[in-house]
């Protein structure tokens, strides 16, 4: 009985030591003071700001270099994530086929009009396969002002950032390293969202 209370001493011991390491360790989303990498790369993200309208919004462990898929602006002129250096930015990917695409354009553009500077720009990507004509024509039909055309007439860019449907929104820093994204549809011009990127501007 004596010997194998050593024994006992070093499991309970071992088994204490995982405990604290499983709680160290969560998803993506799970609510942090700071982010725990360090460097040029590292993002401050106060708790709970993924709450309310952006609750969906799931942060990155670490942030992430963003694909450089190529994209064009409205001069056709080719252009990549490194064209935003610098900036923060709110990368959207939607169609004009895409239902909830289409509902939260308004938000984005008032996004745009609220809080676009040198320092932040809503980056909205149309996919469309027709090119630039379609969503050209669509944004000037619900009276879109604020946001920059820009499209990806390949469609390949949401398999370049890996989302999973549309509309896929990521936040990224002025890096190129994605913050964390919302899939679906979000309320864009809502306090909670211009909290969620005024984290990322500081």
């Known amino acids: 009985m004596r010997a194998t209370l050593p024994v006992i001493a070093i499991l309970a011991a071992g088994a204490a030591l995982a405990a604290v390491y499983v709680r160290g360790s969560g998803p993506d989303n799970a609510p942090a003071a700071t982010n725990a990498s360090t460097g040029p790369s590292a993002t401050a993200r106060p708790a709970g700001l993924n709450t309310g309208k952006v609750a969906a919004f799931v942060y990155k462990s670490t942030p992430e270099p963003v694909p450089a898929f190529p994209f064009f602006d ?69 009276d879109v002002k604020s946001l920059a055309l820009y499209a990806d007439p390949t469609a390949r860019a949401a398999s370049q950032v890996k989302a999973l449907g549309m509309p896929a929104t990521l936040l990224v820093d002025k890096e190129g390293h994605e913050i964390g994204r919302l899939m679906g549809p979000a309320e864009w011009d809502s306090p909670e969202a211009k909290r969620l990127i005024e984290a990322a501007l500081r």
Request: with cysteine; net charge positive.
């Open 74 to 142: 409205d001069k056709q002129e080719t252009k990549t994530i490194g064209a935003f250096k610098g900036k923060v930015i709110l990368l959207n990917l939607w169609a004009t086929w895409c239902a909830p695409c289409r509902a939260e354009m308004p938000a984005l553009d008032q996004l745009q009009k609220d809080m676009g500077s040198d320092k932040f720009e809503v980056v909205a990507v149309n996919v469309d396969k027709n090119g630039f004509d379609k969503a050209r024509e669509f944004l000037k039909g619900i």
